[in-house]
């Protein structure tokens, strides 16, 4: 048997607009084979595809919502792209996420006294923390052991969800939660402000567009962030280079783990005000800032609209599961088929394909 | 005491089960040279597909057929992707589980809460089953049991012993020998990856169908990924599955049989993932020591242009 075989050729140069344009096609493409299985599933795709972009941009609320939602896909995104250009594949943000979060409660719960001045910075500081932390474990059984990282991180996902669990069911439970799992309401010092008539807790929007700059500069100025390309791209040239793979490897893990981790404060701190079972904490934002990121091409800046982009889908993904009587997982779909196309879309970018049959 | 051992070791078995056959597919996609992150996604198709399947027609195997074809439908995608696309295996791979995910949530909504219609009914091999003690431990399984038993020195054998399981390896080690040789590269591994998909596929169904006879939204809850592991604690090699498998199933009943005790069932949960760090680290020692590894050309796309 003979597949036709798909001829690929690599491109000497790649013209400017073409990045864009396959971009531009592939979320075409992607939006139609979603469409495609929405109608076999017996789901009407326009009436769907109606609500989503209502639902997420088509009123005032809902695009509120959408900036709240894109808070920690921001944030999340940044610091992917930043580990992905390293090569580095931490898949496990989510699980740092609720580290970050774990970290933040406890500090309001160590310190409930402490004036807001004080204590706000101090749980932003704990989330870092914590998710640094946790991102740190796969880094090092990485660089120490060649243990691989995608599914260490991976794995302490389901660690850190268990561990969220124990202590809102366990040690962490509040005293008048009517037997709900959730933790006591954060003294009103531990709760970041929103604007007005909103969610958004601004001063985590505004951390997150800082460290995406930051990160963007990081990666086109310096020499670390030099180092943290080149060792991404060509692990064997950085290595002749003598650039240190592990110091690399180490610090992208610490800024995406950590940024998860601020994430993860700003649900607690910004939205829920307690600490809550991990599915209410997060619908899968460390799942869904990898296609933030890759969506972005591993650009930081970019990132901010991709987020955006998907913070939007986050919205109108809720809007039809009730409309609809759509299951949770029905986001996973877009992800899915999204990240599908927009890989493939790269490969146009670096090659011609001729299909030889 | 006795008893307790003997019935946690008799569970661990259809707990291994859907891990056994999710790993033995993945060895063999891993050694023609393709990494497949989305076993979590072929197996919650195969799954919810096997579930469906089974619920509306009355029949176990026209289940068990629906979740091969949709694990082999699945991996498809993801050999299209990985061998003619040539995009990033670790990516896709992962957008394969996202996918899985998703389309299962939406197949399986108007299942939910259902009973299983039919079941696999245990079989009794006649004599040996009441054999004292080994008969209850070994010989009262249902048929889907024996032939994962029958499936690891059949898989061990063509691996190692039959011309398509030499050129499986070569393709795995040295694509570009291979394709001196004649060999269809793209072709040996398109039929890997679907293979691994048609066992991710049965290993769900196992799961909805035998294991815990009910669809109910993520079920495979990890179980996927803790494939992926067992596939490189195996060092590749099928006899190692069984092992790996029962091992895994061996800890999902000490979580049931521990939490009587008191043990808070959060903590409990964390064990599979613990262990499965344990065991990648265990491995990553075995590998140095022995200078054993993965499949040479694993994760590498091939191309005759840029050999």
Known sequence: ?357 | MLDFILAALRAAIPAGTPLLYGTLGEIYSERSGVLNLGVEGMMIMGAVSGFAAAQTTGSVWVGILAAAVAGALMALIHAFASVSLRVNQVVSGLALTMLGLGVSGMMGKRFVGQPLVVRLQPVRIPILSDLPILGVLLFRFDVMVYFSLLLVPLLWFVLYKTRAGLTLRSVGENPAAADVQGINVPFVRYAAVMFGGVMAGIGGAYLSMAYAPAWVEGMTSGAGWIVIALTIFAIWDPRRALLGAYLFGGVRVLQFRLQPLGISPNLLNMLPFLLTILVLWLSSGQAAKRRIGAPAALMTAYSREER
């Open chain 1, 1 to 357: 048997m003979r597949i036709p075989r798909i001829r690929i050729e690599k491109r000497l140069s790649t013209p400017r607009w073409l990045p864009v344009a396959s971009l531009i096609v592939a979320l075409a493409l992607a939006m139609l084979t979603i469409a495609v299985i929405f109608y076999v599933l017996g789901v009407n795709p326009i009436v769907a595809f109606q609500r989503i972009f209502r639902g997420g941009f088509g009123s005032a609320f809902g695009l509120r919502e959408t900036v709240t939602k894109s808070i920690p896909l921001i944030l999340i995104g940044v610091g992917l792209a930043l580990a992905f250009k390293g090569r580095m594949y931490n898949i496990g943000a989510e699980g740092q996420l609720l580290v970050g979060a774990i970290f933040a409660t406890g500090m309001q719960r160590f310190f409930p006294t402490w004036p807001a001045f004080l204590l706000l910075p101090a749980m932003f500081f704990a989330g870092f923390l914590g998710g640094a932390l946790w991102a740190i474990i796969p880094a090092l059984l990485k660089t120490r052991f060649r243990m691989d990282e995608v599914l260490t991180s991976l794995m302490l996902v389901y660690v850190a969800n268990e561990a969220v669990k124990y202590l809102v069911y366990g040690p962490w439970r509040g005293t008048d939660t009517r037997g709900f799992p959730i933790t006591d309401e954060f003294p009103a010092a531990a709760q970041i402000p929103s604007l007005v008539g909103s969610r958004i807790h601004y001063p985590t929007l505004i951390l997150a567009i800082l460290f995406a700059v930051l990160v963007y500069f990081l990666l086109a100025r310096t020499k670390l962030g030099y180092e943290i390309r080149v060792t991404g791209e060509n692990p064997a040239a950085a290595h002749y280079a003598g650039m240190d793979y592990q110091k690399v490897a180490l610090l992208v893990m610490v800024i995406s783990g950590g940024l998860a981790g601020l994430a993860g404060m700003g649900e607690v701190a910004g939205i829920h005000y307690r600490l809550r079972p991990p599915e209410a904490i997060s619908p899968g934002y460390g799942f869904t800032a990898i296609i933030v990121a890759w969506l972005a091409r591993l650009n930081p800046l970019a990132a901010i609209l991709s987020a955006f982009l998907f913070g939007g889908l986050l919205v109108g993904g809720d809007a039809i599961q009730i409309a609809l009587n759509l299951p949770a997982a029905t986001v996973q779909l877009f992800n899915g088929v999204i990240l599908l196309f927009v890989i493939a879309a790269e490969l146009f970018n670096q090659y011609r394909l001729r299909l030889e049959v």
